[in-house]
């Protein structure tokens, strides 16, 4: 029996190793809290063993699976480098990219708006860097995508940056108020008071790019106009960046008037999830209608962002795979 042991131990292949070093990377930092990081990246990678001590990390296995592992990590390490952070969502976006999406964010890896507190605002997915070429290139983009994908803070951030180039004179920021489980008659307050609330999101996006006093002063002087898109209509909306927020809460003719709104020098973006409709049964929702009407118009950009786009709360994600398995079913 101990021959048969000894023979099986000769005949066993030795493990590969493949030892990484974290270079200016702090590892608590990196593998998170009770090494959370960690085991994100160990259930990736079931065949192989990872062990980390310190700033060494060490993986034991097959050399091909090594290879895949080695070159996937180090692209985990420059995404930890330039945004100073990670977190589950991050991991599996990152693993799963290929060599030319990491390599198209590392070409077009530049400052969108330096925020507020000295935040770096930039396209955190391939998919927001290909939303931000996109208003770069032509002057009406659809985004679409679900919730948390940065659709409309990618927006609101380029709106700013050309508006502090003087690209643009002014931001305009709408919504459809859509009355999504709520009657805004029984809400208090004046109209502003009742309308506040379905803009708030615009607002966030725009307290972390710009101090609150520029802000209001801008908001006081029309600099920046946050509206219902029912204040639109009649308007013509030149030398400015336009940006309708969940798009699929309009209806037909709601789309028709905003984007007809177009003016000189101006620039239309419209976001929107085609999976969160609130409008009543049997409407038909103006941002699905528009993206198959004006697919093949030129210079008018459609992109679709996904779930690998989410940057809320790792839950986020979960959450809406949640919803689309039971979706599917029904």
């Given at each position: 029996?101990?021959?048969?042991?000894?023979?099986?131990n000769l005949n066993r292949k030795p493990l590969n190793e493949r030892v990484i070093?974290?270079?200016?990377?702090?590892?608590?930092?990196?593998?998170?809290?009770?090494?959370?990081?960690?085991?994100?990246?160990?259930?990736?990678?079931?065949?192989?063993?990872?062990?980390?001590?310190?700033?060494?990390?060490?993986?034991?296995?097959?050399?091909?699976?090594?290879?895949?592992?080695?070159?996937?990590?180090?692209?985990?390490?420059?995404?930890?480098?330039?945004?100073?952070?990670?977190?589950?969502?991050?991991?599996?976006?990152?693993?799963?990219?290929?060599?030319?999406?990491?390599?198209?964010?590392?070409?077009?890896?530049?400052?969108?708006?330096?925020?507020?507190?000295?935040?770096?605002?930039?396209?955190?997915?391939?998919?927001?860097?290909?939303?931000?070429?996109?208003?770069?290139?032509?002057?009406?983009?659809?985004?679409?995508?679900?919730?948390?994908?940065?659709?409309?803070?990618?927006?609101?951030?380029?709106?700013?940056?050309?508006?502090?180039?003087?690209?643009?004179?002014?931001?305009?920021?709408?919504?459809?108020?859509?009355?999504?489980?709520?009657?805004?008659?029984?809400?208090?307050?004046?109209?502003?008071?009742?309308?506040?609330?379905?803009?708030?999101?615009?607002?966030?996006?725009?307290?972390?790019?710009?101090?609150?006093?520029?802000?209001?002063?801008?908001?006081?002087?029309?600099?920046?106009?946050?509206?219902?898109?029912?204040?639109?209509?009649?308007?013509?909306?030149?030398?400015?960046?336009?940006?309708?927020?969940?798009?699929?809460?309009?209806?037909?003719?709601?789309?028709?008037?905003?984007?007809?709104?177009?003016?000189?020098?101006?620039?239309?973006?419209?976001?929107?999830?085609?999976?969160?409709?609130?409008?009543?049964?049997?409407?038909?929702?103006?941002?699905?209608?528009?993206?198959?009407?004006?697919?093949?118009?030129?210079?008018?950009?459609?992109?679709?962002?996904?779930?690998?786009?989410?940057?809320?709360?790792?839950?986020?994600?979960?959450?809406?795979?949640?919803?689309?398995?039971?979706?599917?079913?029904?």
């Amino acid at each position: 029996m101990y021959f048969q042991h000894f023979k099986n131990n000769l005949n066993r292949k030795p493990l590969n190793e493949r030892v990484i070093e974290l270079v200016e990377i702090t590892p608590k930092d990196f593998w998170g809290a009770q090494d959370v990081h960690l085991e994100a990246i160990k259930k990736y990678y079931p065949k192989l063993k990872i062990v980390a001590r310190g700033t060494i990390v060490k993986a034991y296995g097959e050399e091909e699976i090594l290879d895949e592992f080695e070159t996937r990590f180090r692209r985990l390490m420059q995404h930890f480098t330039r945004f100073n952070s990670i977190d589950e969502n991050v991991i599996l976006r990152v693993l799963e990219s290929s060599s030319q999406e990491t390599q198209y964010m590392q070409d077009s890896d530049k400052i969108l708006v330096h925020g507020v507190g000295g935040k770096l605002i930039k396209a955190m997915t391939p998919n927001q860097q290909k939303l931000v070429d996109y208003i770069h290139k032509m002057d009406m983009v659809f985004a679409i995508g679900p919730a948390g994908t940065g659709k409309t803070y990618t927006g609101v951030a380029m709106a700013v940056k050309a508006l502090k180039e003087k690209q643009v004179k002014r931001i305009i920021l709408t919504r459809p108020a859509v009355e999504a489980g709520e009657n805004l008659g029984f809400l208090p307050g004046d109209m502003k008071e009742k309308l506040d609330p379905y803009m708030q999101p615009l607002y966030d996006a725009l307290r972390d790019m710009l101090p609150p006093q520029t802000l209001e002063d801008y908001i006081l002087k029309g600099i920046i106009q946050i509206a219902p898109l029912a204040f639109m209509r009649g308007r013509t909306l030149d030398n400015a960046f336009v940006i309708l927020d969940e798009a699929q809460n309009t209806t037909h003719s709601q789309m028709k008037m905003f984007l007809t709104r177009m003016g000189k020098n101006a620039k239309f973006m419209i976001t929107g999830d085609p999976g969160q409709v609130d409008l009543p049964r049997r409407t038909i929702s103006g941002l699905k209608e528009a993206i198959l009407v004006l697919k093949d118009v030129d210079g008018i950009g459609i992109i679709y962002l996904d779930d690998k786009d989410i940057v809320r709360h790792k839950l986020v994600k979960k959450i809406i795979d949640a919803y689309k398995s039971i979706e599917n079913h029904d």
